[in-house]
């Protein structure tokens, strides 16, 4: 089993910043890609931004230039595959929702490919 776990979320002015956190811990082999999702007040989930293995990004237009999604690098300079931030800067009220992170790869055991998202953390940009 893969559990997806993120923190970081929480009240903030419009303007001010916030970093999410995510991490995926279990019988993890290979992790294929990293993104985060957001759901506002009666809307749909929507795609907010994700992170390939190699490297490369994708992000919804209304966030382009001001959130940035990122893996981590420990202090000792290793890259942990298994953690993804987004920084979120310059917040405005409609980026309000509840943000998923979502995680898919493959396990060390049968059956090998997982898709598996967190609970969810709240985000609330006031004006």
């Known amino acids: 089993q893969v559990l997806v776990a993120e923190s970081g979320g929480g009240l903030v002015q419009a303007g001010g910043s916030l970093t999410l956190s995510c991490v995926a811990y279990?019988?993890?082999?290979?992790?294929?890609?990293q993104g985060w999702y957001r759901q506002a007040p009666g809307k749909q989930r929507e795609l907010v931004a994700t992170?390939?293995?190699?490297?490369?990004?994708?992000?919804?237009?209304?966030?382009k230039g001001r959130f940035t999604i990122s893996g981590n690098v420990d202090k000792n300079g290793h890259y942990d595959k298994n953690t993804v931030h987004l920084q979120m800067n310059s917040l405005k009220p409609e980026d309000t929702a509840v943000y998923y992170c979502?995680?898919?790869?493959?396990?060390?055991?049968?059956?090998?490919?997982?898709?598996?998202w967190g609970q969810g953390i709240q985000v609330t940009v006031s004006s």
């Open positions: 979502n995680v898919q790869g493959e396990r060390t055991i049968i059956p090998r490919a997982f898709d598996s």
């Open positions: 279990g019988t993890i082999l290979s992790i294929n890609s």
């Open positions: 992170i390939g293995s190699g490297g490369g990004t994708n992000y919804v237009d209304s966030v």
